[in-house]
């Protein structure tokens, strides 16, 4: 992990370190008015700095497994989930860690929640990134990536302005299997089910490929190995349970980011929305974006990539962006914001700290978002995305 901290590329950008310090600073005397706030944006930070320094993505990994059959992305998103389980659960099964009183993110699961994460997952493969990785990515230097996170705040503002079409749908309660069958129980079948995970992802790539490339290495156009970053996240997310009572979110903060837009240029009247009436949501819709946990954190990540981008010296934006691939930010931004809100979370939120939590919907979100992966996977050459062999002997190497 200390490689993953401080390996550097020898050509320092030091204007852009300059200014993503500048700005990390500033943001800490914005968010002081408690000593939370400050500790959360300093997580958010790390956060996009170790997403930024492994090129940890969620929907590169799903696609190198769905088009490539290559593994190494998905068995470290086992490891983070199952690094992130053993923290969680004991946690969550006291109530309590040092005095503050921590709870998971256990969601209903039924339409909706299918319905979001299979739009989420076309999202995914069209708009170029998940929630994370547009957040990182954008803090990166990527301008395509900047008009992805444009387009999921429209589309999270929409699907929270329509949510009695979506509200209603049949659905079940939330399951937490912690609460179900309690904390040894749910620690060994996590361990059975990540071990199965494991040897099936191994088992499918040396099929395919005669060898599995391993997580603990550095591969070809990665700063830091995979395993590191999925130590990294599950350590940081824990310490998001730590401080702010609850696990990593990302996405209701788009929603509210554009909520307020709508309000502040009198286009809607948020406070009326369905939405925004669910107790649990409204308070956020009346306080500063300062003292928004989730909105600062979002920031925070994209401040830290950006300070990797530039330690790394990768910072270099490019602003000519092919109108084909401008389109399928603009589309897959959309369904990536609409699908978060009516899934209630993306793959950090709901799959990420779900399964952590020990909730039912984290495993069912995954398994609606893959099928929609698989065709937005499909649906990436209609857009000019991968598909030459030249951009799919990169992405294999990548891997």
């Not at 940890?56 to 992130?84: E, P």
């Not at 696990?247 to 554009?258: D, E, N, R, V, Y």
């Not at 799959?351 to 069912?364: N, V």
């Amino acid at each position: 992990m200390f490689g993953l901290l401080i390996s550097f590329r020898a050509h320092v950008q030091w204007p852009v370190v300059g200014f993503a310090v500048v700005l990390a600073l500033a943001g800490g005397a914005v968010v002081a008015q408690d000593w939370r706030s400050v500790a959360l944006w300093g997580v958010g930070i790390a956060l996009g700095y170790a997403l930024y320094r492994s090129t940890f993505g969620f929907s590169a990994g799903f696609r190198a497994l769905l088009r490539d059959g290559r593994t190494a992305h998905v068995r470290a998103q086992c490891l983070m989930l199952a690094a992130a389980a053993v923290t969680f659960l004991p946690a969550l099964d006291a109530g309590a860690v040092f005095g503050q009183p921590v709870r998971g993110f256990v969601s209903p699961a039924g339409i909706a929640l299918a319905a979001g994460a299979f739009a989420f997952g076309i999202g995914m493969q069209l708009g170029g990134g998940c929630a994370s990785g547009t957040l990182y990515t954008v803090g990166g230097g990527s301008t395509r990536m900047l008009v992805t996170l444009l387009f999921i705040v429209v589309g999270a503002t929409l699907a929270a302005q329509h949510a009695e079409l979506w509200t209603d749908l049949p659905t079940l309660p939330g399951v937490s299997l912690l609460a179900m069958l309690g904390l040894l129980p749910v620690l060994a079948l996590y361990a059975a089910v990540f071990l199965l995970l494991w040897r099936i992802a191994i088992l499918h790539e040396r099929r395919r490929h005669g060898e599995a490339a391993s997580i603990w290495r550095t591969q070809p156009q990665q700063l830091s190995p995979f395993a590191w970053a999925a130590l990294a996240l599950a350590v940081l997310n824990f310490a998001t349970l730590l401080v702010a009572g609850r696990p990593w979110g990302i996405t209701q903060a788009f929603a509210l980011w554009g909520s307020k837009i709508a309000d502040a240029t009198g286009r809607a009247d948020p406070v009326f929305w369905t939405f925004w009436e669910n107790p649990t949501r409204a308070e956020a819709l009346h306080r500063p974006l300062s003292a928004d946990i989730t909105s600062i954190m979002d920031v925070g990540v994209i401040v830290g990539a950006l300070l990797a981008a530039g330690l790394a010296g990768r910072f270099s934006p490019q602003w000519r962006i092919a109108p084909l691939h401008l389109i399928a930010s603009v589309v897959g931004g959309l369904l990536l914001g609409a699908g978060a809100i009516v899934a209630t979370g993306c793959n950090i939120s709901a799959m990420f700290s779900g399964i952590a939590s020990g909730s039912l919907h984290g495993w069912l979100w995954i398994a609606a978002a893959l099928p929609g992966n698989w065709l937005g996977v499909h649906l990436r050459p209609l857009f000019g995305l991968d598909d030459t062999p030249v951009q799919r002997r990169i992405l294999r190497q990548s891997v």
